[in-house]
């Protein structure tokens, strides 16, 4: 059986390289972005061309009564699911001071980042344990926080707890479906050049440079990719419930 993955937030940056590394080891993959537009279009014509099958799957992942008619169209399309990676995550609307965050900006990163997470896993879950699941099929949840689940960025309060509670969805889940042979992981990217880091991703990088991470550099997108299509395929066997920091040793604690 073809494993069959659902990635949020796939059009660009983490999402699409997670999903190009899923394709070019043989999942089928349906791509979420949050409109069918040219730079969804573009994705999935990009996916296309490793020889798999390819859906988009626009549609904004707050609307949680959408879910199960999304997860029909995508299994009328591909087959059955086996792997969801929520990656889809919005940051601040404004760096600053944290005494300075609106509701409007906390509201946003807790909507997506979390709340999103928490009720598309848990539909992800329900539609799995509805269903008859073949034994030598690896079936997985992936979540994509961030380092800023541990680390504080007071520039951005609201996001890094926002992905703290993220962190906590993964465990709960881990622990909920561990007994029905469903893994659950949570990957945290560190410092990783994206259209989300452009702004300051010089910065990092002149910091990596500095010793901010043990590897002197910032991550690429593609390296996210190759992790989490590991995860998904069982590489790591005997495991669930784990945090991969993918952050470069930055947290490692040091004297």
């Known amino acids: 059986m073809t494993q069959v993955a659902l990635v949020t937030g796939a059009s660009r940056g983490i999402g699409l390289a997670i ?8 999942f089928s993959v349906a791509v979420n972005g ?13 996916l296309s061309s490793f020889g798999v099958p390819v859906l988009p799957v626009p549609f ?7 879910y199960p008619t999304i997860f029909s169209g995508i299994e009328s399309r591909l087959g059955s699911l086996t792997t969801l990676v929520n990656n889809a995550g919005v940051g601040v609307l404004h760096r600053g001071d944290l005494l300075d965050v609106t509701p409007e900006s906390w509201d946003r ?22 269903k008859t699941r073949l034994q030598n099929v690896f079936y997985s949840l992936v979540n994509i926080t961030s380092s800023n689940a541990v680390a504080v960025a007071t520039a951005r309060s609201e996001y890094c707890a926002s992905k703290a509670a993220a962190a906590m969805v993964s465990k709960t889940f881990a622990v909920r479906l561990g007994a029905e042979n469903i893994a659950v992981y949570d ?10 880091t452009l702004p300051v991703i010089e910065q990092y990088r002149a910091r990596a440079e500095q010793g901010l991470t043990l590897f002197p550099r910032v991550g690429e997108p593609a390296e996210i990719g190759r992790i989490v299509a590991a995860l998904a395929r069982g590489d790591l066997p005997y495991t669930t419930g784990q945090v991969i920091s993918a952050d470069a040793g930055m947290l490692v604690p040091r004297f």
């Open 19 to 26: 999903a190009e590394a899923l394709a070019k080891n043989g």
């Open 34 to 46: 949050l409109a069918d537009d040219a730079e969804l279009a573009s994705a999935c014509q990009h």
């Open 60 to 66: 904004d992942v707050t609307k949680s009564n959408d």
């Open 187 to 196: 990957v945290q990217p560190g410092l990783i050049a994206t259209e989300m």
């Open 109 to 130: 990163c807790f909507a997506v980042n979390a709340r999103a997470m928490f009720f598309l896993s848990q539909a992800f879950a329900k539609h799995l344990l509805s």
